[in-house]
């Protein structure tokens, strides 16, 4: 299976602030990379495909890049409504394969 | 609009099954797949497996084999998971969520949840 490696685990960032979170597959996943936010009780929310495409809806002060195996996803202009956790997910090969998740504080 | 609309809450004994449904709308679920999840309240997200509703093939992750069943019902456009020998390990949230269709092709990514179903495993 591809191991998705995210970091941080956590960080605490202030409203209006830029924060970036990263991935890094074990193998070459050819920016087959997804993000999802996840708000506590609720499902995940789908925001990035394709390694930078922004999926409907989704404000675009949410980007993804991408370095190599190296994925990042970028969030501008922190709101209040960005505290979350924040998963990335492969979907390059099967089993899908997501990363640890990262919990994103607004102080 | 899309909407998979899970079941309840369950609580079960170890050794038992449990049976959870994901009734569906607002899209063709006949030529539609279904994935479904396991989340450890804290932890990470894992992809079970994921079924074909217009045949009913399934795809399984190695490590669930033997621990989850999927199944179809077209007519109620439902899918549906069986977990069985469950322990407490198995205590978790477990979403369904379909897998993206841009009408041409399939795509491993997930814009559909359904919201969830708790499941507790206890004696």
């Known amino acids: 299976d591809i191991q998705m490696t995210q970091s941080p685990a956590s960080l605490s960032a202030s409203l209006g602030e830029t924060v970036t979170i990263e991935c890094l597959a074990s193998e070459d996943i050819y920016s087959n990379l997804a993000w999802y936010q996840q708000k506590p009780g609720k499902s995940p929310q789908l925001l990035i495909y394709d390694a930078s495409s922004l999926q409907d809806g989704v404000p675009s002060r949410f980007s993804g890049s991408e370095s190599g195996t190296q994925y990042s996803l970028e969030i501008n202009s922190l709101q209040s409504e960005d505290a979350a956790t924040y998963f990335c997910?492969?979907?390059?090969?099967?089993?899908?394969?997501f990363g640890a998740g990262t919990k994103l504080e607004l102080k | 609009q899309v909407k998979l609309q899970q079941s309840g809450a369950e609580l079960v004994k170890p050794g038992a099954s449990v049976k959870l449904s994901c009734k569906t709308s607002g899209y063709t679920f006949s030529t539609s797949y279904m994935s479904w999840f396991k989340q450890i309240p804290g932890q990470s997200i894992e992809w079970i497996g994921m079924?074909?509703?217009?045949?009913?093939?399934?795809g399984y992750n190695q490590k669930f084999k033997g621990k989850a069943t999927l199944t179809v019902d077209t007519s109620s456009s439902t899918a549906y998971m069986d977990l069985s020998s469950l322990t407490t390990e198995d205590s978790a949230v477990y979403f369904c969520?379909?897998?993206?269709?841009?009408?041409?092709?399939?795509?491993?990514?997930?814009?559909?949840w359904g919201q969830g179903t708790l499941v507790t495993v206890s004696s």
């Open positions: 997910q492969q979907h390059h090969d099967y089993p899908p394969t």
């Open positions: 969520a379909r897998r993206d269709y841009d009408g041409t092709y399939y795509w491993d990514w997930f814009a559909y």
């Open positions: 079924i074909y509703a217009g045949d009913g093939g399934t």
